[in-house]
C-alpha cells in the first residue's frame, strides 16, 4: 500500500494563495461593512436605546415611551393611516400595474407609453408634492382638479344669479331664516311690487339687463319688477326705481299662498316679472328663493380633514404606477407564450386567459411588487410633509412623520420619537425578510 503525501513547498504557496483572496475579499468589503455599521447597524442600535430614556435623555424611564404611544391621540391616528397606506397604496398600484402592464403590449407605441408613465418616477418627492398642493388647491381659479370639478358641476347644474345679494332693512322685504326674501305685506291680483336688492356691483349685473321701471297694474296679474337699488354717483332714492337703475333678470319668483307655492316665474332683461291665472280673491306673497342667492359651487375640499389621506394616496399613485407597471411588463415578457396560445386556441377568451393563465403564472412577481410597495408606503414622509395643510396635518400622519414631529417638529422628546422609529422598524422587517426570502428561493 502507498501512501501519497503533498509536498511542503506545494502546500505552503495554495495557504498563500488563500490567505491572500481571504485579505482582498476582506479589502473590498470592509468599507461597505464600516459605512453600514456607522448609517444603519449605529443609529438602529442609538434609538432603541435612546428610546428607553425620557425626552432630555438623562433619566431611564423603561418601556414608559412604548405605553405613552398607544396612549397618545396622534400616534394611534398615524397608526390608523400607515394601516390604511400598507392596505389601500400596494393594492391599487399592483392592481393598475398589471392591468397598464397587459394593455400596453396591445399598443403600437409600447415603449413610448412605458416612458411617459414611468417619467414621474425622475421627479422628486418634493417636487411631486409640491405639484399636487398646487393640483389640490381649494380655489377654482388656482387648483385645477377643483377647476375640472367646478365645470362638470356647472355644466349640469345652474348656479345662482346673485349670490352677493340682499335686501335692503325695512324696505319691504323680509329674510326668512333659511335665506329666501318675500314680502312683508300679501298681494291680490291686479297689484304691483318693485322689490329693491343691493349688494350686486355693477360689473357683476348681465350685459343683457336693461333700465328698470315700475309694473303697471293688470287686470288678473299680479306684476312686479326686481332691481338693483343702486344709482351709480348716488342720488337714488332707496326702495324706489330710478332712471339710472337696471333690472336684475334670471331671477326665480315664486307666488305663495298658505305657504305653498302657487306659482314661479323667472324676471326678464329689465327685472320685471308677472303670474297670471291666480285667484283673484286669495292673497299672495311674493318670494325670492335661497337658490337665487346661494353661494357659487367651490368645488371639493381635497385637503380637508376627511379628504386629505387618499388625495395623498392619489399623489402617491402617480409616482410609483411605472415602477409597478415596468416590473410586471418584464415579468409578463417572459411567460410562456405556448401557454397563452394553447388557451386561445382553445376558445379561451381573452378575459378567461388573463384570469386563468397570466395572474397566476405571475403570481411571484406581484408578491415582490407588492411587498416592495409594503415596505416603501410604511417609509412615506415627504409627500404627507408638503402636501397636507397645517391644520390639518395631524389627520394625515403616519408614523414617519409622528416620529419627526415628536422628534423635531416641536414635540422635542426624542425618547419618544426614538420608540416610534423602532415601532415602525419593526413593522417593516416582516416584509423585508419575506422579500429577501423570496428573492433566494427564486434564485435557487
Known sequence: MTTLTTPVGAANPRRRAQRRRRTIAVAFV???????????????????????????GTRFVGGENYAEMFRDPA??????????WVVVAPTLLTGLGLILAVLVEKVRWATAFKLLLFMPMAVSFLAAGIIFRLAYEEDPDKGVLNAAVV?????????????????????????????????????????TVSLGLVGVSP??????????????PAAGELRGAVFLDFTPGGGGRPGVIDPAEHGLPGLTVEAVRDGETAA???????????????????????????????????????LGPALVTPAIIGAYLWIWTGFAMVLIGAGLSSLPRDALEAARMDGASEWQVFRRITVPLLAPVLTVVFVTLV????????????????????????????????????????GLGSALGVLLLLLVIPAMVFNVRRFRRSQS
Open 30 to 56: 470592509l468599507p461597505a461593512l464600516l459605512l453600514l455599521g456607522a448609517l444603519v447597524v449605529y443609529p438602529v442600535l442609538f434609538s432603541v436605546g435612546r428610546s428607553f430614556f425620557d425626552a432630555s
Open 264 to 302: 314661479t316665474t323667472t324676471t326678464a332683461a329689465d327685472g320685471s316679472f308677472r303670474f297670471a291665472g291666480l285667484e283673484a280673491s286669495d292673497a299672495y306673497t311674493v318670494r325670492l328663493p335661497a337658490a337665487n342667492f346661494a353661494p357659487p359651487y367651490e368645488g371639493v375640499s381635497w
Open 203 to 216: 360689473k357683476d349685473v348681465p350685459a343683457e339687463a336693461k333700465p328698470a321701471s315700475p309694473a303697471k
Open 151 to 191: 365645470g362638470v358641476h356647472d355644466a349640469f347644474t345652474s348656479t345662482s344669479s346673485y349670490p352677493t345679494a340682499r335686501a335692503r332693512d325695512d324696505q319691504g322685504l323680509e329674510k326668512a331664516p333659511d335665506g329666501s326674501y318675500g314680502t312683508a305685506e300679501a298681494l291680490t291680483p291686479g297689484g
Open 75 to 84: 400616534t394611534l391616528t398615524a397608526i390608523r393611516n400607515s394601516a390604511l
Open 375 to 414: 415596505i416603501n408606503v410604511m417609509k412615506v414622509f415627504d409627500l404627507i410633509y408638503i402636501i397636507a395643510p397645517g391644520p390639518v396635518q395631524e389627520d394625515a400622519t403616519v408614523l414617519a412623520t409622528q416620529m419627526w414631529l415628536v422628534s423635531f417638529g416641536g414635540g422635542n422628546n426624542q
